[in-house]
C-alpha cells in the first residue's frame, strides 16, 4: 500500500457469510427549508459514530456519498436481524431521529428519505478494486488479491 492509502494492484472482496447491504439516504427537496432537512442530515453521522463504537451491533462498515440534492450512505451489516435490532431500539440513536423526521416533515415533500435493504448470501457477490485504496465490501470484510483462480467476474461471483 503506498502513502495515499492505494493498493497498486487488483484486489477482490472476501465476505464470511451472509451479510446484508443496506443503502439509506435522504434528497433535499426544498433547500431553503434548512430547518427541515438539518436535523436528518446531522442524524446520520451520529448513528454511524454509535455503531463505529459498538460493533457488536453489526454494522460492518459504511461509505457517505453526495450527488446532488442527495445524500447516500451504503452500509454493510452482519445480518438483518442485527440492522432491524438497531432501527427498533428506542435506546439507539435511529428510533428517535425517525419520529422526530415524521413529526417534523412527514409528508410535506420538504425532505424525502429512502432506504433499500439487501440480504447476500455467501457465493452472491463479486468485487473488483484496481489501484484503489481498501474501501467498500473489501473494507467491511477483507480484501484479498485477485489471483489466476479469481481473474474473472464470473468465478468471483460463484466462489
Keep these: 500500500m503506498n502513502r495515499n492509502g492505494v493498493q497498486p494492484g487488483r484486489y477482490t472482496a472476501s465476505m464470511d457469510g451472509d451479510f446484508v447491504v443496506f443503502l439509506i439516504g435522504m434528497r433535499i427537496n426544498k433547500l431553503w427549508k434548512v430547518h427541515k432537512w438539518f436535523p436528518p442530515f446531522v442524524a446520520m453521522p451520529k448513528m454511524l459514530r454509535e455503531l ?35 432501527a427498533r431500539n428506542p435506546s439507539d440513536p435511529h428510533l428517535p431521529s425517525w419520529r422526530a423526521f415524521n413529526t417534523r416533515v412527514g409528508s410535506s415533500g420538504d425532505v424525502g428519505v429512502y432506504h433499500e435493504t439487501y440480504r447476500v448470501g455467501p457465493g452472491n457477490h463479486e468485487s473488483i478494486y484496481s489501484n484503489m485504496p481498501i474501501m467498500g465490501l473489501a473494507a467491511a470484510g477483507t480484501s484479498v488479491v485477485v489471483g489466476k483462480r479469481t481473474e474473472s467476474a464470473r468465478v468471483r461471483i460463484s466462489k
Excluded: C, I
Design 52 to 86: 463505529r463504537k459498538h460493533p457488536e451491533k453489526g454494522l460492518l462498515g459504511a461509505r457517505l456519498s453526495f450527488g446532488g440534492r442527495t445524500v447516500t450512505v451504503v452500509q454493510y451489516w452482519r445480518s438483518f436481524d442485527l440492522l432491524e435490532a438497531f
